[in-house]
């Protein structure tokens, strides 16, 4: 299985260029199947203190897994894909 983390997208402070907001996905695939993960996670102004301009995706990366359980995300990405390869079938008598 592959994992794949992005920041899609960084929100951040015109005036000063500090970056508020990080929209991160983390992407699974394990043959043909896959699964994924949208989310964001916000620091106050001007925390993390590195300006836009001085930012690279592997600095953002670590700010976000300051905040987000990387292990437990990855878990879960690989317990869907696992789902979606061998489905639950239900079983009993229908009502």
């Known amino acids: 299985m592959s994992v794949t983390w992005k920041i899609s ?3 951040r402070e015109v005036s000063n260029g500090f970056v508020t907001t990080a929209h991160w996905t983390c992407t699974a695939v394990d ?3 896959s699964a994924s993960a949208y989310a964001t ?3 106050a102004e001007g925390t993390p203190a590195i300006p836009y301009a001085s930012l690279t995706e592997a600095t953002v ?3 976000v897994w300051e905040s987000v359980n990387k ?3 990855e878990a879960s990405l690989a317990a ?3 789902l979606l390869k061998n489905p639950v079938k239900a079983t009993g ?3």
Do not use: K, R
């Open 31 to 33: 043959g043909e199947h």
């Open 93 to 95: 008598t229908p009502w």
């Open 41 to 43: 996670v916000s620091w």
């Open 71 to 73: 292990e437990a995300t």
């Open 80 to 82: 869907q894909i696992e």
């Open 9 to 11: 997208t960084l929100d």
């Open 61 to 63: 990366l670590a700010w």
